[in-house]
């Protein structure tokens, strides 16, 4: 690489790998985030499976923008797996941080010599292993669940039945709303909109709770099963807002993505173990109301790799 073009392009590293023919033949037909013919780079017994992206684009100030905008982030991640997931067939993959971008190639050859020895073991440890993730959430369209947005009491029914005075005979919605059924002829006075409105929210409260609680039992259940075949765990952060609605692969439970995360882990499980792993999991989540569980995988292990150092930082030339 010259000169003048080390000062255009910087080093995107996907993954670090051992330098076989196999290897050499499966980076051949990868292109990478910036649509860039994938390469290796290689030291001894280690390789990392690299490509060159523009600086323009990748140095630290665009590359910071470019992460807090969600599709940028979506396209990057894309292409960033595409590649992790072309190499993972040859068996010992470490998948890399997303991102992980050096100042040249000569820097990734002093990462892979710096890191020998954490990098071999990993590569020993996880040859023959995928990942399967599990996500646990309460299920917001359990029918049980009390906190329907239909119920007339609720003061976000679009209907605006709260804000009427009349009584709401239980009858007529096949549920019971908080009021008096009796009419005119049981002589009870329907409940007020205000104490109505305090009985919603106070059954709304409880069955956030329940449910919590069901999918709290449900994830610990499922854990100690998983734990029956997985040789690794990791407990990652719940997650919320955008992409805890995004759907995953194998459901228990039905409903729609939504909900709250309860539990979101990973696991590391022997290839040839891997659908047995799933069905346990999937038959443990079967038959709980109020819970949904998303099993998805397999995956290259990125759990289960090495955090790479933090190079997301271009180093000056």
């Not at 630290?60 to 923008?65: M, T, Y």
């Not at 993959?93 to 990734?108: F, G, I, M, Q």
């Not at 909900?259 to 696991?267: H, P, R, S, T, V």
């Amino acid at each position: 690489m010259t000169e003048s073009a080390q000062r255009q392009h910087m080093v995107y590293a996907y993954a670090v790998l051992r330098p076989t023919p196999e290897a050499a033949r499966a980076v051949a037909v990868l292109r990478g985030v910036a649509d860039e013919q994938v390469g290796l780079v290689e030291t001894g017994d280690l390789a990392a499976a690299v490509g060159p992206v523009p600086a323009e684009e990748f140095e630290e100030g665009a590359l910071k923008a470019g992460l807090e905008e969600l599709p940028r982030l979506e396209a990057l991640a894309r292409g960033h797996h595409g590649v992790v997931a072309g190499l993972a067939p040859l068996g010992a993959v470490l998948p890399l941080r997303l991102a992980t971008v050096y100042r040249d190639e000569d820097r990734v050859r002093q990462v892979l010599q710096e890191r020998r020895d954490q990098f071999l073991p990993l590569l020993e440890r996880l040859a023959g292993h995928v990942e399967w993730g599990i996500k646990v959430y309460t299920d917001p369209t359990d029918p049980t669940d009390p906190t329907d947005p239909t119920d007339p009491t609720d003061p976000t029914d679009p209907t605006g039945s709260l804000a009427s005075d009349a009584a709401v005979p239980a009858g007529a919605t096949g549920r019971a709303t908080g009021r008096a059924t009796g009419g005119a002829t049981g002589g009870e006075e329907a409940l007020s909109p205000g104490r109505a409105y305090l009985a919603a929210r106070r059954r709304r409260r409880r069955g956030a709770e329940e449910a919590w609680q069901t999918a709290a039992r449900t994830a610990a259940r499922i854990a100690e099963e998983a734990g029956c075949l997985a040789v690794g765990r990791v407990a990652h952060r719940p997650q919320r807002g955008e992409l805890a609605q995004m759907p995953g692969g194998g459901t228990a439970g039905g409903g729609k993505p939504g909900g709250e995360n309860i539990a979101n882990d990973a696991y590391l499980v022997a290839a040839d173990r891997a659908e047995e792993f799933r069905s346990r999991v999937l038959a443990a989540a079967e038959g709980q109301p109020g819970v949904r569980v998303e099993v998805t995988g397999p995956w290259a292990p990125y759990s289960f790799a090495l955090p790479p150092e933090p190079a997301a930082r271009p180093e000056p030339v």
